[in-house]
């Protein structure tokens, strides 16, 4: 037996996954759905949506008032920060809510940007979804901060790093790095980044969106200053968490309502949260901490909750790099098929981005659809990388592997693309 089958025997089996779906039973035009989008959003399991509905229903409130349903809307709240603390490995205090990673990072930066002065410099990639470019870009233009970016290699997907080290000099104040690319599935070195950041005492801001669906996140491994991450990629709502270190809560101008909580973590959530988002958020962790082969009446709480999800992540990473094998060897042996990133058996995530030659990704998506293959095309937000690769404006077919995919549907995705690339 190999290290990779005894990994996944720590997880519920992919048929009792798949049961916790009802999006699995949908069928298009005859086919059988098979669900190949997870990169731009999962599908959402029963347990996450009861919980949102239980407490629309029972719970729904404004928060921090003398009466039952805001108090158990506080209580629910606090519960799900602990549910995220124990997902990223962090405390209660550490962990704030808002629309999306994307908004996140942009109040980070407004924040930031306040103690920033004209000619200081942060640092982003071309690697990276423009979520981590874009709200730093902003403090050009606003602060007259200097943007350095650091090269993609074409080749392989992944960052040079001769290239970052020679951006990060005494000026710098803050790398910000994708801990994996959305668009090719490249995980980054965030150990050498935190490395860089530390040697010239910058800030580092990764966006975990697409690595937290697949490679269990470790704050205080990464040692990183900011972490943002979007439920809605793990199987939840359409919600974003941060993580921020309790002293940055506590010392940064978080721009705020006077009357606003001053205190971590609530200081960086502007208005009224999307408590039933952030409560579905929690039911997502605990939904996959469910997956993990064990004790199933053990409490999913503190360090118990954690060690699940510890052998859950095992288990499916080892199911999704058996995936990416399977759907690459096949693809790379379609002619006209192009694959971009780098090959399975290195650092990646089960995301797998091609072309076909003579048919653009629009179209591409578009007959993979009418076979009952759901997948996402174009620049995914990664639009540097697309344009590196030279493929703008029509982009990549992108294809992600969830904990639900089964070998079936890549090998139907496989038969898929040859007879599109076959004129078929």
Known sequence: MTETVRAAEHAASVQEIRSHFPALERAHEGHAVAYFDGPGGTQVPR????????????????????????????????????????????????????????????????????TFEAGDEVVV??????????????????????????????????????????????????????????ALGT????????????????????????????????????????????????YGPHVGAMFCRRELYESLPFPRLEPAPDYAPEVAETGTQNHEGIVGAAAAVNFL???????????????????????????????GAELTKLLWEGLSRVEGVKLYGLPPGAPRTPTVAFTIGGVTSTDAARRLAARGLFLSHGDFYA?????????????????????????????????????????A
Request: with cysteine; proline share 3%.
């Open 47 to 114: 347990a996450v949506v009861e919980a949102m509905s239980d407490y629309l229903y029972r719970h729904n409130a404004n928060t921090h008032w003398e009466y039952p349903t805001s108090a158990e809307t506080d209580g629910l709240l606090e519960r799900s920060r602990e549910s995220l603390a124990d997902f990223l490995n962090a405390s209660p205090h550490e962990i704030a809510f808002g629309a999306n990673a994307t908004t996140l990072a942009f109040h980070v930066s407004r924040t930031l940007g306040r």
């Open 125 to 182: 990639t071309q690697l990276d979804h423009h979520a981590n470019v874009a709200p730093w870009q902003a403090l050009a233009r606003e602060r007259g901060v200097a943007v350095r970016v650091v090269r993609m290699k074409k080749e392989t997907g992944e960052l040079d790093w001769d290239d970052f080290e020679s951006k990060v000099n005494s000026r710098t104040k803050l790398l910000a790095v994708g801990a994996a690319s959305n």
């Open 187 to 234: 995980l980054s070195d965030l150990e050498r980044a935190r490395r860089l950041a530390e040697s010239v005492g910058a800030y580092l801001f990764v966006d975990a969106v697409h690595y937290a669906p697949h490679k269990l996140v470790d704050v205080k491994a990464l040692r990183c200053d900011f972490l943002v991450c979007s439920a809605y990629k793990f």
């Open 289 to 319: 901490a469910s997956l993990a082969r064990g004790n199933p009446t053990a409490p999913l709480e503190g360090s118990a909750r954690r060690e699940r999800l510890k052998r859950a992540f095992e288990a499916l990473h080892a199911r």
């Open 383 to 423: 639009a540097t990388v697309v344009e590196q690769l030279g493929l703008l404006p029509e982009g990549l077919v992108r294809a992600g592997a969830a904990c639900y995919t089964t070998r079936e549907e890549v090998e139907r995705l496989v038969a898929g693309v040859g007879e599109i690339a076959r004129g």
